[in-house]
Structures are given as C-alpha cells and as structure tokens.
C-alpha cells in the first residue's frame, strides 16, 4: 500500500535518513513504505526511501506506478544513476524507445537523449537571431506527439543542474480538462488536432537522413522499429482517454500542436491559444527545483512541461530516457 507522509512543519530532523533502511536490506514484500509527499494540490510528488540503482521490488514497482498514475510527475532526489542505471530503471516500466526519432542518443546509449544547454546555447548562436528564441523564459509541450505513438512516459536525469534557477515546470492536463465546462468539454471531445514537428527538426532530420552509413545502413533516423524517413504530420484527439487511469485529458501542446483540424485558421488559433493559457494556469502546475542527481519521472500523456530558461550562460545538462506509449484515443 503507498503511504503518504506529511511532516510537521517545526521538524528539523530529517525524516528521510530515519526511514532510509541501511543499504541492502530492501527485499520483496519487506522493505520499508516508500515516503510520497505531493508537492502541490494538482500535480507532482517527492519520492524517497528507494534505491533506483536496483532492480525494483514487485510491491516497490506498484507503489511507485500507481504514484506515477496519480501525481503525474513524481521525483526522486539524490539518486545519480549512471546512463546504464537510468536506463535499466525506466525499463522496468515498458519497452524503451530510441532516444529520439530525429536526434540519436549519446555514445553507446541509444535510448538516452541528452540536451546540453550550453551545447545548444552554441550551436543556436551560430545561427545568429535564433540565440533570441533559444532564450525565451518558457517552451510549453509534451515529449513527442508529432509522432503516431507518443511515449508514454519520460525519465529524467538531471546530470549538471547550475546553483541557481533552471527549474523545470509541469502541467496538470487532466485537471486541466476538468475545469472546464461540460458544454466546452463536450464540444472539445469531437475535435482532433494536427501535431507537426517540423519546424523544429526537418533540418536536423534531413542531415542525419544524409548521413547514413553506406555500408551498413545504419545511423538513421528510427522510431516504433521503423526508419523515420520523414516527419509527417498526425492527428490526434484534442481529448485523450488514458489506456490505464481512464481519465480524460486535454492533449494539445503549445510545442507541437500547429492546428484544430477542420476549424478556420482563426478559430483554431484563437482555441489553440485559449487552450494553452488555460492548461498552464498556475493552479494545475509544480515547478521542481533540481540537485544534480535527481530523477523525475513523468506521464507523458496526461501533462506538459517545460524547462524555466532562466540559468543564463550556466552550464545545465539532462539525460532523458522515452517510454513507448499507445496511439491515443
Ligand atoms: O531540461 C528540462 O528540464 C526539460 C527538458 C525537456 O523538455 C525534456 O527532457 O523532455
Ligand atoms: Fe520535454
């Protein structure tokens, strides 16, 4: 069963180190309760009291699932995984996908998408103006629905976090969805909408595409076991019902949605835009302030987030592992 902690306020010792069994003594069906504690009404929760470099107990996988299911993005502090750990971890709750269907993983790790911040603060200054829409505060989406089969889920492992600033912001798509009225969510459910990632990644798709081993024909773009030869457009529901919770939730995103199929181009935008503002009002989001060692793990298919680009030239770097998630419905 998940026990969920509150600690009074006054508390000084740290409950953690307390409820921490030594090293090794975490066994099936007899370690300790997990330590949940949500971090605000809507969305995200801190988990402590489990060691993510071992493989995960049946009833530790449980409980951790069901406040994945719940909180939608929770995290797990001080756990420095190696891009092995981090990925055996994640795998214990689905098949992997590649790192990215148009950027490949780090060296020896196809699974593992890095974004090297100042790596990108580079590679965009060299473009000249781009570095001004690099720097923009916040980027609004969700992992990947440009794609027929969006993950599922994503892992993230904060790497090298500066000491000030570079939060990361998620959003409550289920809440969001909910706020809303039964006339407008019913008008919403018959809608779908046109996901397209084009405008960020042909480029980059086109030059890896390019850049195919002759020999072996190995090197290219790939995603759901099929070479990723083009990013075409795709349709998806604007409400999606979760394949395991049941939930309805809103799923557009300000990162990849272009627009509400069948609506005039006024229409859609005008939605779109409402959409957007109200998924990310204040009351439907966490905003996570990482340690370099951290792990946040969210559903991909019920939220958005986005990093808060407010670190200046102060190196940041993430690794991210996908989970493959379902054709949404
Ligand atoms: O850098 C971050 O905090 C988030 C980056 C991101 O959008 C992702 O890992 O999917
Ligand atoms: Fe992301």
Excluded: C
Excluded at 57 to 68: M, Q, S, V
């Amino acid at each position: 069963m998940t026990t969920i902690v509150t600690y009074p306020e006054n508390d000084t010792t740290d409950p953690v180190a307390i409820r921490r069994e030594p090293a090794g003594t975490i066994s099936a069906g007899s370690g300790p309760a997990l330590d949940i504690r949500p971090l605000s009404g809507a969305i995200g929760a801190e988990i402590r009291g489990v060691d993510l470099k071992r493989p995960l107990p049946p009833e530790t996988y449980g409980e951790i699932r069901a406040a994945w299911l719940r909180y939608k993005v929770v995290f797990f502090p001080g756990q420095h995984l190696s891009p092995e750990e981090h990925r055996s971890f994640a795998a214990q709750f689905g098949e992997l996908t590649p790192a990215h269907p148009v950027i490949p993983g780090i060296d020896g790790y196809p699974e593992v998408f890095e974004i090297d911040y100042g790596r990108a603060r580079e590679l965009y200054a060299s473009y000249g103006d781009l570095t001004r829409r690099r720097s923009s505060a916040v980027s609004w989406h969700t992992d990947v629905t440009f794609v027929q089969r969006p993950p599922a889920g994503s892992v993230l492992n904060a790497v090298v976090i500066p000491p000030s600033g570079g939060d990361t912001l998620w959003t409550n798509q289920v809440a969001a969805f909910e706020a809303l009225s039964p006339a407008f969510q019913e008008f919403l459910s018959t809608l779908t909408a046109v996901h397209d990632g084009g405008a960020q990644f042909s480029e980059l798709l086109r030059h890896r595409n390019e850049n195919v081993d002759a020999d072996t024909g190995e090197g290219g773009a790939e995603w759901d076991g099929e070479a990723f030869a083009a990013l075409t457009p795709v349709e998806h529901p604007v409400v999606r019902t979760h394949p395991e919770t049941g939930e309805r939730s809103l799923f557009v995103n300000a990162g990849f949605t272009s627009h509400i199929a069948g609506l005039e181009p006024a229409e859609s935008q005008a939605l779109l835009t409402f959409l957007h503002q109200h998924s990310t009002s204040p009351e439907f989001t966490v905003r996570y302030h990482w340690t370099a060692g951290d792990i946040g793990f969210w559903d991909n298919r019920a939220t958005q987030h986005s990093v808060v680009g407010d670190f200046g030239d102060q190196a940041r770097v993430i690794q991210r592992v996908t989970i493959r998630g379902d054709v949404p419905v």
